[in-house]
C-alpha cells in the first residue's frame, strides 16, 4: 500500500481511523502540555515521569493480576504522581538543583520497573502479560474508548488552561510576583503538573516509556522557534503534535512492522530541526542571514563615516573626491560605494567620488549619536 493509499486509509477505514484520531489527539494534548514544562526549565519532567512509570504498570499487574490497559495505566498514574512528589520535595528540602533531582527519580524508579519487568517475564503467564509493549508503545492496540479519554482529558485541560491562563502566564515568567498578587502557587503548580503526569501516562500506551518524553517536548521546542507568545506557542505545537501523531500513524500504516510510536517521534523530531534551521526568528538560516546583513551594514557604516571626515574638511561637501584615497580604508569595497550610491548617499562620476547632502546628514546623524553614546 502506497503512503497516499494509507493517508486515504487514515480516514475510511475504522481501525487506522482510531489509531490515527488517537495519535493526534495525544500529540495535540503532548505539545500543548509540554509548553509548559519546557517554559519552565522542566524539560526532564517528561523523561523522569515516564521512565517512573514503569514500575507502577508492573506492580499493578502484581498486585491485580489484570492485564487491562485501564488497571495498568492507573497503577502508571500513581506511580507517576508519586515519583512527582518526590522530586519537588528532593528539591524544596535539599540543596540539590532541579535536573539533579529528576535524574535520580528518572533511574531509580526505572531501575526498579526494569528490575520487575525481569521478575515478571520469569512467572508462567509472562508470555501473554506483554507488559514489554509498554516500553515502547503499541499504537495499534488504541481503541475507541481510549481515544474517547483522550479527548475527554484534552477537553478538560482546554477548561482548565481557559480558567487559570492569567495566573499560569504570571507564574510562568515570575512566581514572585504571582505570590504578591494572592495567587495559590502551590495549587496551580500542582494542577498543571497533574495534566502533564496524566497525559504521559495515557501516552505510555502509545508510544512507550522510552519516547514519551520526546513526543511532550519536540512539538513545545519547534513551536518555541516560532513565535514568542505563549497564546501562539501552545496553538503551534499543539497543531506541530496532532501532525505529528497523524503524519507518523500514516507512514507507520504503509509499511510492515513499522512501530507506531517511533516514527511519531522522528516525524516530530523533524519538524523541531526543520524549526531550528529555517524559522524566521531564530532558525540558524535567518540568524546567518541577519549576522551577514549586519556585516554589511557595519561595512556601509565605516565607508561613510571615512568619507564624512574627508568631506567635512572641505567648505563644499560635495567637492569631488578621487576613489583612490579610499583604496587603503579596510571598510571600502565596491558593493559599499554602490550601494551607498543607491541610497543617493553619494554620488560616482569616473573615479571620483562626492557626498551627496542627504548622505553627508545621514553620516552627520550617525556621528552625532556615536559621540552621546560614547560620552
Do not use: C
Amino acid at each position: 500500500m502506497s503512503i497516499f493509499d494509507t493517508f486515504i486509509a487514515l480516514f475510511t477505514d475504522s481501525t487506522l481511523r482510531t489509531i490515527a484520531i488517537g495519535t493526534m489527539v495525544l500529540g495535540a494534548t503532548s505539545g500543548m502540555l509540554g509548553s509548559f514544562a519546557v517554559l519552565r526549565k522542566e524539560s526532564l519532567l517528561g523523561d523522569a515521569i515516564s521512565h517512573a512509570a514503569l514500575p507502577g504498570i508492573v506492580l499493578a499487574f502484581l498486585i491485580t493480576g489484570s492485564k487491562e490497559s485501564y488497571v495498568l495505566l492507573f497503577g502508571a498514574l500513581i506511580v507517576g504522581l508519586i515519583g512527582t512528589v518526590w522530586i519537588r520535595s528532593i528539591v524544596h528540602k535539599t540543596h540539590l538543583k532541579t535536573d539533579t533531582a529528576l535524574g535520580l527519580i528518572l533511574s531509580i524508579f526505572f531501575g526498579f520497573g526494569i528490575l520487575l519487568l525481569t521478575y515478571v517475564q520469569k512467572l508462567p503467564d509472562a508470555n501473554q502479560a506483554g507488559l514489554d509493549k509498554y516500553l515502547f508503545g503499541q499504537a495499534a492496540t488504541l481503541i475507541d474508548l481510549d481515544v474517547y479519554i483522550l479527548i475527554a482529558v484534552t477537553l478538560i485541560a482546554l477548561v482548565i488552561l481557559f480558567l487559570f491562563w492569567k495566573e499560569f502566564k504570571i507564574m510562568l515568567f515570575d512566581t514572585d510576583y504571582a505570590k504578591t498578587l494572592g495567587f495559590n502557587v502551590k495549587f496551580i503548580d500542582i494542577l498543571i503538573t497533574f495534566f502533564i503526569v496524566l497525559t504521559i501516562v495515557l501516552g505510555l500506551q502509545t508510544v512507550g516509556v522510552v519516547l514519551m518524553s520526546a513526543l511532550l517536548l519536540a512539538p513545545a521546542a519547534a513551536a518555541r522557534q516560532w513565535t514568542n507568545s505563549l497564546g501562539k506557542m501552545v496553538l503551534i505545537a499543539a497543531i506541530i503534535g496532532a501532525l505529528s501523531g497523524l503524519i507518523g500513524t500514516g507512514i507507520s500504516a504503509s509499511e510492515n512492522n513499522l512501530p507506531t510510536g517511533p516514527v511519531i517521534v522522528i516525524v516530530a523530531s523533524a519538524i523541531v530541526l526543520f524549526s531550528f534551521i529555517f524559522s524566521p526568528i531564530r532558525g540558524i538560516l535567518f540568524q546567518q542571514l541577519r549576522l551577514h546583513q549586519n556585516r554589511n551594514n557595519l561595512e556601509l557604516m565605516k565607508t561613510l563615516q571615512l568619507m564624512y571626515n574627508i568631506a567635512k574638511t572641505h567648505q563644499d561637501f560635495t567637492h569631488p573626491h578621487a576613489i583612490g584615497i579610499l583604496n587603503d580604508f579596510r571598510g571600502f569595497s565596491k558593493s559599499s560605494l554602490k550601494k551607498m550610491e543607491e541610497k543617493e548617499w553619494i554620488q560616482i562620476e569616473g573615479n571620483q567620488w562626492k557626498l551627496t547632502a542627504i548622505g553627508f546628514k545621514e553620516a552627520k546623524d550617525m556621528f552625532h549619536s556615536n559621540s552621546l553614546e560614547n560620552g
